[in-house]
């Protein structure tokens, strides 16, 4: 049985090729994972940075823990497989800042860390306005206030851009 040259040549120029695609797969998760804990993606929010939040649409026990101090408000949505993912790291977040209250805005229980006392959770279905006022457009959705004042805002994708807006002034 003989081998043509030319299917040996095919052969070394396929496998040369599925090494080169494999390399740049790899490349592009290094990139991936150094470019995306940056920080959130900025999408728009319907109140400017160092304006008021409108905490008086809060209930009673969520506003009182939002006006003063440093909040942040976690937008989730229903069937969000990014929510899960940050909902998941949010015990730990709160352990390093003890500061912060953190006020889970959705229509879903999210109960393991929501049920603890580390955070409120706002019914989101009870509190058309509060969704009117904000215009929330994506999910999950983060808003960090300082003394009921908008500080930053953003889409995150991992629990590392929650914690970079924790971490901006």
């Known amino acids: 049985m003989r081998i043509e040259p030319l299917l040996i040549v095919q052969g070394v120029l396929v496998l040369a090729l599925g090494g080169t695609l494999l390399a740049a797969l790899k490349a ?3 990139i991936e994972r150094i470019v995306l804990p940056i920080g959130a993606r900025r999408v728009h929010f319907s109140i400017p940075l160092g304006e008021a939040f409108p905490i008086e649409e809060l209930p009673d026990d969520v506003a009182a ?3 003063k101090g440093t909040a942040l408000f976690i937008y989730l949505g229903p069937n969000c497989c990014l929510c ?5 790291s949010l015990p730990f977040l709160a352990e390093d800042y003890t500061d912060v209250n953190f006020i889970i805005l959705s229509r879903d229980e999210w109960s393991p860390f929501v049920s603890g006392r ?4 706002v019914d989101l279905v009870a509190n058309l306005e509060l969704v009117r006022m904000l215009r929330l457009q994506a999910q999950p959705y983060v808003v960090k206030t300082v003394d009921g004042k908008v ?3 953003g889409v995150v994708n991992t629990p590392e851009h929650v914690e970079s807006l924790l971490e901006s002034s």
């Not at 899960?84 to 998941?88: T, Y």
């Not at 580390?118 to 959770?121: I, S």
């Open 118 to 121: 580390r955070a409120k959770r």
């Open 84 to 88: 899960e993912i940050i909902v998941d």
């Open 151 to 153: 500080r930053d805002f």
């Open 65 to 67: 823990r939002a006006a």
């Open 28 to 30: 592009l998760q290094r």
